[in-house]
């Protein structure tokens, strides 16, 4: 069964405190890892797909990683409008299998 | 452009009563649909997916149940809720391969 297990639950940063989260998964057939973003009360935004090891994308102050078994979210310099709950799903056949998502909250 | 419309946004329901959540896509042709349901403080969880015209998967079993009457429509269903039904609902669209995205989601409120 897949599993995705992101991490921390919870983080705190001051801003222009760079930190990255993370997202590992266990899938026989990887069609795609996904991050997301969601803010309160809102339905998640996309923000990257990442295909193939070592494959790397940006957003802003967002970069996205790629290895066979994690991924990872960096943010450089992040302002208080990055606070949000990241979501990182991975996608074996139709459908995505979500992890329960990163709170990151950043302090003016 | 590809747009999803999901309603009502937010709804009360007793106990015992039933349930319908409406998401229809604009934009785009045959997707794949999804339903997914999010506790509170818990991940996404998959409920229904459609690949096509009455087509439904169902990944939980439960009370709830989905159809998809026409292409781009697809709904949820309950005849009778549950008190753990409560939760916020969403709706999801793909293409086939590509990018699942979301709606806005319907918060229910079962009392």
């Known amino acids: 069964e897949d599993q995705v297990t992101q991490s921390p639950e919870a983080l705190r940063l001051q801003e222009g405190e760079s930190s990255s989260l993370n997202c590992s998964y266990t899938?026989?057939?990887?069609?795609?890892l996904f991050w997301y973003r969601q803010d309160p009360g809102k339905g998640p935004e996309f923000l990257f797909t990442?295909?193939?090891a070592g494959e790397e994308k940006e957003k802003e102050r967002l970069k996205a990683t790629l290895t066979k078994k994690e991924s990872f979210l960096h943010i450089t310099a992040p302002k208080p409008e990055d606070s949000a709950t990241y979501l990182c799903?991975?996608?074996?056949?139709?459908?995505?299998?979500f992890g329960t998502g990163t709170r990151l909250t950043i302090i003016p | 452009s590809q747009t999803i419309h999901q309603w009502p946004a937010t709804l009360v329901q007793p106990v015992g009563s039933p349930l319908s959540l409406e998401c229809t896509v604009e934009?785009?042709?045959?997707?794949?649909l999804y339903w997914y349901r999010q506790a509170a403080g818990r991940g996404l969880q998959l409920l229904f997916y459609?690949?096509?015209?009455?087509?439904i998967s169902s990944e939980v079993p439960q009370n709830l149940s989905a159809s998809r009457p026409q292409d781009r429509q697809f709904i949820l269903s309950s005849k009778k809720l549950l008190l753990s039904d409560s939760g916020f609902y969403l709706c999801a669209w793909t293409a086939v391969g590509n990018t699942i995205y979301f709606g806005e989601g319907s918060w229910l409120t079962v009392v």
């Open positions: 990442l295909y193939s």
């Open positions: 934009g785009t042709s045959n997707p794949n």
């Open positions: 899938v026989s057939g990887l069609r795609g």
């Open positions: 459609s690949v096509g015209i009455g087509q």
């Open positions: 799903a991975v996608r074996e056949n139709e459908k995505l299998t």
